[in-house]
């Protein structure tokens, strides 16, 4: 079964900063998708970055982007000049076709300005 | 994006009555959706599979006879929480598929059950 670990409970930052979030997975497929979710206060999901494993180039989204590496099965979620509102749970991940949803533990993400 | 929309945001409910909780796909045909349940300072838990036209499919645990999953159009799951008692106060969240696989899941906004 695959699995996602998350092994930083809680991260914090200074606000303009840059933080990284650590993600690891297991899985014997070579074809899947790994996503990493914000969840604020208001506690609505919010897709903030998605990777597609056949894609060797690193997802970005604005201030969002990833380092993924395949072979160490590694996820990592970079935040650069980070902002008050980037304050939440961040969850890891991980889907294969039409299996289930697998999530991390979270992250809590705290912003000091 | 696609939306999703779930209602009640939250619910009071006396110990012994039902709740029911909608999750609607407004923009998009949902063939398939997952219902959530989340402790606090917890990670999503997935209780059930919501297929239109067919049975749920339940996760391990969880009680088929207490959450009642009904999915009777492409748009529309519902989960109904039986005889809640205070255990099952949880905030629930739905997830609604778009296409065949589950590469595009888009979440409601949650329902958080208070039992008294």
């Known amino acids: 079964a695959q699995t996602v670990t998350q092994s930083q409970p809680e991260m914090s930052v200074q606000e303009a900063e840059t933080v990284t979030l650590s993600c690891t997975y297991d899985?014997?497929?070579?074809?899947?998708?790994l996503f990493w979710y914000k969840q604020p206060p208001s506690r609505q999901m919010i897709l903030v970055i998605r990777?597609?494993?056949?894609?060797?180039q690193n997802a970005t989204e604005n201030r969002f982007s990833v380092n993924f590496q395949k072979a160490a099965k590694s996820f990592s979620l970079k935040i650069s000049d980070s902002q008050l509102g980037d304050a939440a749970m961040y969850f890891c991940?991980?889907?294969?076709?039409?299996?289930?949803?697998?999530f991390g533990q979270g992250t809590r993400l705290t912003i000091n300005p | 994006g696609a939306v999703v929309s779930q209602h009640p945001s939250w619910v009071i409910c006396k110990s012994g009555t039902s709740v029911k909780i909608e999750c609607r796909s407004l923009?998009?045909?949902?063939?398939?959706m997952f219902w959530y349940r989340q402790f606090p300072k917890q990670s999503l838990m997935l209780m059930a599979t919501?297929?239109?036209?067919?049975?749920?499919?339940?996760e391990q645990g969880v009680e088929k006879d207490k959450f009642l999953i009904n999915h009777a159009s492409l748009t529309l799951s519902t989960l109904t929480v039986t005889s809640a008692h205070p255990e099952d106060s949880s905030f629930y969240i739905c997830?609604?598929?778009?296409?065949?696989?589950?590469?595009?899941?888009?979440f409601g906004s949650g329902t958080q059950l208070s039992v008294l």
């Open positions: 990777q597609e494993a056949y894609k060797q």
């Open positions: 991940a991980f889907v294969q076709g039409a299996q289930k949803l697998v």
């Open positions: 923009d998009f045909q949902a063939t398939t």
């Open positions: 899985t014997s497929e070579s074809d899947y998708y």
């Open positions: 919501s297929n239109e036209g067919s049975k749920a499919t339940y």
């Open positions: 997830s609604a598929r778009e296409g065949s696989q589950n590469e595009k899941l888009f």
